[in-house]
Every structure is written in C-alpha cells, then in structure tokens.
C-alpha cells in the first residue's frame, strides 16, 4: 500500500487529454514539493515535473504539474501513443523521513 | 552528458550479500544527493536509499534498513549499495538516480538503466 494514491490506470484517445491525480498527507503532499516521473519498464524513469509544476529542459508544455492542499495532478495534452507508459508522483514525508513514491498510473492512449 | 550506469546485478540466495555499483559520468556524484531506486516485479518504484553530496546524510527506506548500506568512492566517482541479508522480496530492478534537494523539494533528474536482482534458492 502506497503511502501516496494514485489510479491505477487511465486512458484517452490521441490528441485529448488526461489528468493523472496523486493524493496523499499534511506530512508529503501537503508541505512539500511534487514530482512526476514517466517509466517505460525496462528503461530508465524520466523526470516530467519538479516543484509541484516544473518542467526540466526539454519536456514539452503538454506536460503540466498541479497542487492543491495534499493532492496533486498530472495533466498531458495533445495526446501520442508514445506517452504510453506508467506515471509516478514522488514526493518527501516529513513524518516518515523517507522519500514516497505513488503506486503508479498505467496510460493507454487508445 | 550526464550518465549513470549501474552493475553488480544478478542471482543472489536467500540471506546473501550483493554489491551493486553505480559509476556517474558528465557530473561529480560529490555534488548531489545519490540514490537508489529499486522496482518488484509487477510493482511501482520503491525508494531505497540516499546519500547526500556531503556525505553527511545517508537515509534508508525501512523495508533495507539495518541490512542494506550506502558508500561511495569519489576518486572512480562511483556509488554502491551493499545488499545483506538478502530476501525473497529484495527481488527487483534496481536503480540509481541522482537527486536534487532544495528545501522541501526532491527530484530526480536522471536515472541509469537499471540492474536486476533475483533473491531464490
């Protein structure tokens, strides 16, 4: 059971649009900074979002991050069949001191 | 180019030790927070362990901790994980991801590819 929640899976079809919800705590979510990671099995995660709504150099505006009290969304537009893959929330619990991770969201683009 | 690539994967026993390695290129692993990040089989991302740049700060996830260890030699700019005790649900692929912390705000910013670790008898 993952300290943050996520659906486990969501889908949409090409070129629309999907949100990707993570809820959590006072002690993760809700006083410290989110990040969103895109993971193809077997290849290495990458960074989508930092500070609730960041984007590192090179990701596309159709990716978008959001907070609000102790949950946060993902939302991409314009969907490709490349954005297939699973998406995870990560964020630090001040409670626990350990770095959390959500259980993960399977995007199909249908 | 930044690059992280790990090793030190394989066949372990129940109750056995594997060192994994982590060697960075393109940036001095002196300069951040390094982790590792491991994924079971069927499972989400699971952190690991992390030590910061100063070496000062080394955490673990409470499912490693009192078995597992986090070192670092900076003159091959690497990091390892030493795996002791190993179980049956250590099982997974692990990875090193190279961290940034800023306050209250944690990110990794890149990962390697991954190394596979099987705990059977």
């Known amino acids: 059971q993952s300290v943050l929640t996520q659906p486990p899976s969501v889908s949409a079809a090409p070129g629309q649009k999907v949100t990707i919800s993570c809820s959590g705590s006072?002690?993760?979510?809700?006083?410290?900074?989110v990040s969103w990671y895109q993971h193809l099995p077997g290849t290495a995660p990458k960074l989508l979002i930092y500070?609730?709504?960041k984007r590192p150099s090179g990701i596309p505006d159709r990716f978008s991050g959001s907070k609000s009290g102790t949950s946060a969304t993902l939302g991409i537009t314009g969907l490709q069949t490349g954005d297939e893959a699973d998406y995870y929330c990560?964020?630090?619990?001040?409670?626990?001191?350990?770095?959390?991770f959500g259980g993960g969201t399977q995007l199909t683009v249908l | 180019e930044v690059q992280l690539l790990e090793s030190g994967g394989g066949l372990a026993q129940p109750g056995g030790s594997v060192r994994l390695s982590c060697e960075a290129s393109g940036f001095n692993v002196r300069s951040y927070a390094m982790n590792w990040v491991r994924q079971a089989p069927g499972k989400g991302l699971e952190w690991v362990s992390l030590m910061s740049g100063t070496g000062d700060t080394i955490s673990y996830g409470d499912s490693v901790k009192g078995r597992f260890s986090i070192s670092r030699d900076n003159s091959k700019n690497t990091v390892f994980l030493q795996m002791n005790g190993l179980r049956a649900d250590d099982t997974a692929v692990y990875y090193c991801a190279r961290g940034h912390i800023v306050g209250t705000s944690f990110w990794f910013d890149s990962w390697g590819q991954g190394t596979l670790v099987t705990v059977s008898s």
């Open positions: 990560g964020t630090w619990d001040s409670s626990l001191r350990v770095i959390v």
């Open positions: 500070d609730n709504n």
């Open positions: 006072s002690s993760n979510i809700g006083n410290n900074y």
